[in-house]
């Protein structure tokens, strides 16, 4: 969750209202209001005024900022949110964006506006830094979703072009640098080009936003261009720009932007981005942008989900007091979330605004009517009692990962074409090495096994824990199933050793077991055997063929077994 700092006399400036002077607010009051936002104070430092602020919710951008929490306290003790008059305003003729072709391919949106009337004091320049790195980094996935430029407006002529260029066809001298450099040098030497520049591998043009002069803006998502990228302190006039993989997000985010520099006092002028093909707003999209749609939800549906009878009226003012425009029905309420917020996926988004609101407080708790006592699942407990057995026997346990990759479940164990080798496997997988789900145990012991030559003979090792196994029968085509599975490996290591243990294991678990040979290809041939309890197949034992132990880079033999505490549980 993010944490963010902010300044205690600045803070109380953006929660006076317009025209009033700022109080002073405790710390105490400070950490009542942040229950309104999710909020957790994690410091604060009494010389500086700095307070450090953990934020719960991921699904509130705006609220990664000292405006957007200044903006929902506000808003509280208001009533109401007072709108921003930006939002449909139309833009001059003389600002607006021009979108080069060929960009759908790389980064293809951008949104984009002017800010002037706000002097940039220290404070706020520190929080617009902030914003923009978290923002940026968590919202806009480490820049390659969203990322934002803020520039000195008064030395931008408009129109603006956003196009591709040739990576050695541009220079300029980068943010944190004092060299002229091409696009493909900041990709190499720049520190930011170094961090983002994978975000734009295999592009044989890169994008550059560049203004009528023909002066380079920025290099997004990389870096702005120093000359007209570096706000200072006392800077009042500023051109905000976001560009971007996902149309909603970039411009969501520059709603944000547009709304904390509007509660700073600065006005916000909106700019028109052309297109040279029509996006899913448009080819002419005036941004900042309201992307909201009002949306209606049932009364019965709020009150059944705070286990309170509320009124038209208390979830009207709850949901208005906290930023939102509504309008009460018979029985419902319309509601629409403010332009700076886009989190409204479902009808508990608003049943859990309605309870923040309100205060949990405000709700009377229920004693439960039924006494219940809580204790261990029957898998828990054969689990635990198959974990007591295997330390009493000598065995060390492990604990692994379920996921992992084909090569290690199938291929290493020669399960290639085979039913044995039937997995879950994960679509779009981000790597290889977490694509699937062992359907077995037995390769995540292996995997320790090879990693550990260079430790004392025997090696003796168990893990207890969950696999996915295939089933076209289950409602969601496989079963997850609590396993577990054990191996010796030394010099010596034969089927009787680990028999032995299987014998122990069953006697004190109270069940007669039988061994029925096995044809499985990651065994020896008969050196394996089906592990059989009441007359249901639960496991498998035996020494693993020498191509197995060869694709691990194992030099020792081993045995090993594997049993499904599940179905054993249910034998119980």
């Given at each position: 969750?993010?944490?963010?700092?902010?300044?205690?006399?600045?803070?109380?400036?953006?929660?006076?209202?317009?025209?009033?002077?700022?109080?002073?607010?405790?710390?105490?009051?400070?950490?009542?209001?942040?229950?309104?936002?999710?909020?957790?104070?994690?410091?604060?430092?009494?010389?500086?005024?700095?307070?450090?602020?953990?934020?719960?919710?991921?699904?509130?951008?705006?609220?990664?900022?000292?405006?957007?929490?200044?903006?929902?306290?506000?808003?509280?003790?208001?009533?109401?949110?007072?709108?921003?008059?930006?939002f449909g305003k139309k833009p001059k003729?003389?600002?607006?964006?021009?979108?080069?072709?060929?960009?759908?391919?790389?980064?293809?949106?951008?949104?984009?506006?002017?800010?002037?009337?706000?002097?940039?004091?220290?404070?706020?320049?520190?929080?617009?830094?902030?914003?923009?790195?978290?923002?940026?980094?968590?919202?806009?996935?480490?820049?390659?979703?969203?990322?934002?430029?803020?520039?000195?407006?008064?030395?931008?002529?408009?129109?603006?072009?956003?196009?591709?260029?040739?990576?050695?066809?541009?220079?300029?001298?980068?943010?944190?640098?004092?060299?002229?450099?091409?696009?493909?040098?900041?990709?190499?030497?720049?520190?930011?080009?170094?961090?983002?520049?994978?975000?734009?591998?295999?592009?044989?043009?890169?994008?550059?936003?560049?203004?009528?002069?023909?002066?380079?803006?920025?290099?997004?998502?990389?870096?702005?261009?120093?000359?007209?990228?570096?706000?200072?302190?006392?800077?009042?006039?500023?051109?905000?720009?976001?560009?971007?993989?996902?149309?909603?997000?970039?411009?969501?985010?520059?709603?944000?932007?547009?709304?904390?520099?509007?509660?700073?006092?600065?006005?916000?002028?909106?700019?028109?981005?052309?297109?040279?093909?029509?996006?899913?707003?448009?080819?002419?999209?005036?941004?900042?942008?309201?992307?909201?749609?009002?949306?209606?939800?049932?009364?019965?549906?709020?009150?059944?989900?705070?286990?309170?009878?509320?009124?038209?009226?208390?979830?009207?003012?709850?949901?208005?007091?906290?930023?939102?425009?509504?309008?009460?029905?018979?029985?419902?309420?319309?509601?629409?979330?403010?332009?700076?917020?886009?989190?409204?996926?479902?009808?508990?988004?608003?049943?859990?605004?309605?309870?923040?609101?309100?205060?949990?407080?405000?709700?009377?708790?229920?004693?439960?009517?039924?006494?219940?006592?809580?204790?261990?699942?029957?898998?828990?407990?054969?689990?635990?009692?198959?974990?007591?057995?295997?330390?009493?026997?000598?065995?060390?346990?492990?604990?692994?990962?379920?996921?992992?990759?084909?090569?290690?479940?199938?291929?290493?164990?020669?399960?290639?074409?085979?039913?044995?080798?039937?997995?879950?496997?994960?679509?779009?997988?981000?790597?290889?090495?977490?694509?699937c789900l062992r359907q077995w145990m037995?390769?995540?012991?292996?995997?320790?096994?090879?990693?550990?030559?260079?430790?004392?003979?025997?090696?003796?090792?168990?893990?207890?824990?969950?696999?996915?196994?295939?089933?076209?029968?289950?409602?969601?085509?496989?079963?997850?199933?609590?396993?577990?599975?054990?191996?010796?490996?030394?010099?010596?290591?034969?089927?009787?050793?680990?028999?032995?243990?299987?014998?122990?294991?069953?006697?004190?678990?109270?069940?007669?077991?039988?061994?029925?040979?096995?044809?499985?290809?990651?065994?020896?041939?008969?050196?394996?055997?089906?592990?059989?309890?009441?007359?249901?197949?639960?496991?498998?034992?035996?020494?693993?063929?020498?191509?197995?132990?060869?694709?691990?880079?194992?030099?020792?033999?081993?045995?090993?077994?594997?049993?499904?505490?599940?179905?054993?549980?249910?034998?119980?």
């Amino acid at each position: 969750m993010p944490t963010i700092s902010i300044y205690k006399d600045d803070f109380e400036s953006l929660l006076a209202s317009t025209g009033r002077a700022k109080r002073a607010v405790s710390i105490e009051q400070v950490e009542e209001w942040l229950m309104l936002v999710k909020g957790e104070l994690k410091g604060h430092n009494a010389e500086t005024g700095e307070l450090r602020v953990e934020l719960q919710d991921s699904n509130r951008p705006d609220l990664w900022c000292c405006e957007g929490i200044a903006r929902q306290i506000r808003i509280k003790q208001q009533g109401k949110l007072k709108p921003y008059a930006f939002f449909g305003k139309k833009p001059k003729s003389s600002q607006h964006l021009i979108v080069g072709p060929g960009l759908e391919q790389v980064r293809p949106y951008v949104a984009a506006c002017t800010a002037k009337g706000y002097r940039v004091t220290e404070e706020g320049l520190a929080q617009l830094i902030q914003t923009q790195e978290k923002l940026a980094d968590i919202f806009g996935h480490k820049r390659k979703t969203v990322s934002i430029g803020i520039y000195q407006l008064s030395k931008i002529q408009f129109p603006v072009t956003y196009e591709l260029v040739k990576p050695d066809e541009a220079r300029f001298t980068p943010l944190g640098m004092e060299t002229v450099m091409t696009l493909s040098e900041i990709l190499m030497v720049h520190p930011k080009g170094l961090e983002h520049g994978h975000i734009l591998a295999g592009q044989s043009r890169l994008p550059l936003l560049r203004d009528a002069k023909h002066q380079p803006l920025s290099f997004p998502p990389i870096i702005n261009s120093r000359e007209v990228g570096e706000v200072r302190v006392g800077d009042d006039e500023l051109f905000v720009e976001v560009t971007g993989t996902d149309l909603p997000m970039v411009v969501l985010t520059l709603n944000i932007f547009a709304a904390n520099l509007a509660d700073r006092g600065a006005a916000i002028e909106p700019i028109e981005v052309q297109y040279p093909k029509s996006t899913p707003l448009g080819k002419r999209v005036v941004t900042p942008q309201d992307l909201g749609k009002p949306r209606t939800i049932q009364l019965k549906t709020i009150e059944q989900a705070l286990g309170q009878e509320l009124g038209v009226k208390t979830v009207k003012q709850a949901l208005e007091v906290y930023g939102y425009d509504v309008s009460a029905g018979k029985g419902t309420v319309k509601a629409k979330l403010p332009p700076y917020r886009q989190d409204l996926m479902h009808a508990m988004d608003v049943v859990e605004d309605v309870a923040v609101s309100r205060g949990y407080g405000e709700f009377v708790p229920v004693m439960p009517a039924q006494f219940t006592v809580g204790g261990l699942s029957r898998i828990e407990q054969t689990s635990d009692r198959a974990r007591e057995l295997m330390v009493g026997l000598g065995f060390q346990e492990i604990i692994s990962n379920i996921l992992g990759s084909p090569d290690n479940y199938r291929s290493a164990m020669r399960l290639d074409g085979t039913d044995w080798g039937r997995m879950v496997e994960v679509e779009n997988a981000m790597a290889l090495t977490f694509s699937c789900l062992r359907q077995w145990m037995l390769p995540s012991l292996l995997r320790v096994e090879a990693a550990s030559s260079r430790a004392f003979y025997p090696h003796r090792l168990f893990e207890a824990g969950e696999v996915a196994i295939p089933d076209s029968t289950h409602e969601l085509g496989s079963r997850t199933e609590v396993v577990l599975g054990s191996l010796i490996a030394h010099a010596g290591a034969h089927f009787s050793e680990l028999h032995s243990c299987v014998d122990v294991l069953f006697y004190y678990f109270g069940k007669d077991y039988s061994l029925d040979p096995v044809q499985h290809p990651s065994f020896l041939e008969g050196r394996a055997g089906r592990i059989v309890v009441a007359g249901k197949p639960l496991g498998v034992i035996g020494e693993f063929h020498p191509e197995v132990l060869e694709r691990w880079q194992i030099a020792v033999p081993v045995v090993a077994f594997e049993v499904n505490l599940s179905q054993l549980a249910e034998l119980a």
